[in-house]
């Protein structure tokens, strides 16, 4: 039993390097060269400037317009969530995961830290797997919680912006542009928005964009308060400003709900690190004067 979970690790290893191996051979760079020469309209030599030039064309092509979230399978769209917005962000997801399953699937198949059974090593390799998983989607909350909280700052300024004259879309340029150092998250988000519009999109799908993105509630209602005033066309700011005023109550009010959350959240390390300490210091004196007083009385 012992042989055989160090053969499965190595095989795994194996598997891994020749498949590496393989998508470097000549042979398939030969056939992306090819490919690269039919998609620029230009044949491509077999020197590595050539394909490295037209490869870069194509990224900075590929990259200027934004993927729609509807586009985006489910694992990429958390990805985004996290903030991680490149075309290879689910390869490079893909690769660590796989690297995780195998790496805790060889220290649980290790004989030298304890005896290692199959079971308890696909089990390693299982926990392994979901592990990338579970950190990207904290990763994706935490995110999240930094839009969410950067909203109301963001919309103050867009109220300002607005009301001093300036078009929707040159006050979400300029919002992202003022919130580069505070909010870093949502400028870059804002930011995206005007990516789009340059690249042609109408506003109304650039703005459902920004809220699938980012999947916060608050952005999703700005999107539908935005889309909803540049249909009808009444007044943004005076929108802008009743949005403001019922965003900072909900603010508050999560406040206040986090703060009557204390209250219980205290209960287990009170009653696991403090009321010991508490019973030692009171009741640890009185316990010794007890064996000491009862104590010559037992020998007697």
């Not at 398939?28 to 490295?52: M, T, W, Y």
């Not at 990516?195 to 703005?207: H, I, M, T, V, Y």
């Not at 066309?233 to 206040?256: F, I, M, P």
Request: hydrophobic share 50%; net charge positive.
């Amino acid at each position: 039993m012992t042989i055989i979970l160090p053969l499965l690790a190595f095989a795994f290893v194996s598997l891994l390097v020749t498949a590496g191996a393989l998508a470097l051979t000549p042979g398939h760079a030969a056939v992306i060269r090819r490919r690269l020469g039919e998609v620029s309209g230009k044949p491509v030599r077999s020197g590595s400037e050539n394909v490295d030039k037209v490869v870069d064309t194509l990224k900075r092509i590929g990259n200027a317009v934004p993927k729609s979230p509807s586009e985006m399978s489910k694992l990429q769209l958390r990805l985004v969530h996290a903030g991680f917005r490149r075309q290879d962000a689910i390869v490079v997801f893909l690769g660590i995961r796989a690297g995780c399953a195998l790496a805790v699937f060889a220290v649980m198949a290790a004989p030298f830290l304890f005896r290692a059974t199959i079971p308890m090593a696909l089990g390693g390799a299982g926990f392994g797997y979901l592990l990338p998983g579970i950190v990207l989607a904290r990763m994706a909350k935490r995110r999240q919680h930094k839009v969410r909280l950067a909203t109301p700052d963001a919309l103050d300024l867009l109220v300002v912006s607005v009301e001093a004259g300036l078009g929707l879309d040159q006050a979400l340029q300029r919002v992202g542009e003022e919130l580069t150092t505070v909010h870093p998250a949502l400028s870059d988000d804002l930011r995206l928005i005007n990516l789009e519009l340059r690249a042609g999109k109408p506003r109304s799908e650039a703005l459902h964009n920004l809220a699938a993105r980012t999947g916060v509630d608050d952005l999703t209602s700005l999107v539908a308060i935005l889309v909803q005033t540049d249909k009808f066309g009444t007044s943004v700011a005076q929108a802008l400003r009743v949005y403001s005023d019922v965003l900072r109550t909900k603010r508050r009010q999560r406040a206040e709900e986090a703060a009557a959350k204390t209250a219980v959240k205290m209960v287990f390390p009170l009653v696991i690190c403090i009321f010991p300490a508490i019973w030692i210091v009171t009741l640890g004196p009185a316990a010794i004067k007890f064996v000491q007083v009862l104590g010559p009385m037992a020998d007697k």
